[in-house]
């Protein structure tokens, strides 16, 4: 589902999940740490791309509790999708992936399922 940047609940859950981010506390599930090994990606590139980030999607009912898709760019300029827990006591990063097509048409913009 997609969500409005704007809308309280959606700046409540960003703020949490920067708030973790920024004290470090999180947990890379292994799918996770396996996607960032593969893409090249550091944990700093993540946690850049939070620190900046928007929520693209929200996701009420994933099986590991509330997640949410974060848009982020790192300090280098590098577009990252971090999909994570909005509302565990520790920041659960499911996933981090460069968004490229054909999924993303840009960054923040899905292709359209036919």
Same mark, same amino acid.
């Given at each position: 589902?997609?969500?409005?940047?704007?809308?309280?609940?959606?700046?409540?859950?960003?703020?949490?999940?920067?708030?973790?981010?920024?004290?470090?506390?999180?947990?890379?599930?292994? +799918?996770?740490?396996?996607?960032?090994?593969?893409?090249?990606?550091?944990?700093?590139?993540?946690?850049?791309?939070?620190? =900046?980030?928007?929520?693209?999607?929200?996701?009420?009912? +994933?099986?590991?509790?509330?997640?949410?898709? =974060? +848009?982020?760019?790192?300090?280098?300029?590098?577009?990252? +999708?971090? =999909?994570?827990?909005?509302?565990?006591? =520790?920041?659960?990063?499911?996933?981090?992936?460069?968004?490229?097509?054909?999924?993303?048409?840009?960054?923040?913009?899905?292709?359209?399922?036919?």
């Amino acid at each position: 589902m997609t969500q409005d940047p704007e809308m309280p609940a959606t700046r409540a859950a960003l703020a949490r999940v920067q708030a973790q981010a920024a004290a470090r506390e999180i947990r890379i599930t292994l +799918h996770g740490q396996d996607e960032m090994l593969d893409e090249s990606i550091a944990l700093q590139e993540v946690l850049d791309a939070i620190e =900046v980030g928007q929520i693209l999607e929200d996701y009420p009912d +994933h099986r590991r509790g509330p997640c949410c898709l =974060v +848009h982020g760019i790192t300090r280098a300029g590098r577009q990252l +999708h971090v =999909v994570c827990t909005t509302a565990q006591p =520790v920041l659960v990063i499911i996933t981090v992936y460069e968004p490229k097509p054909p999924k993303w048409v840009t960054p923040t913009q899905r292709r359209p399922r036919t």
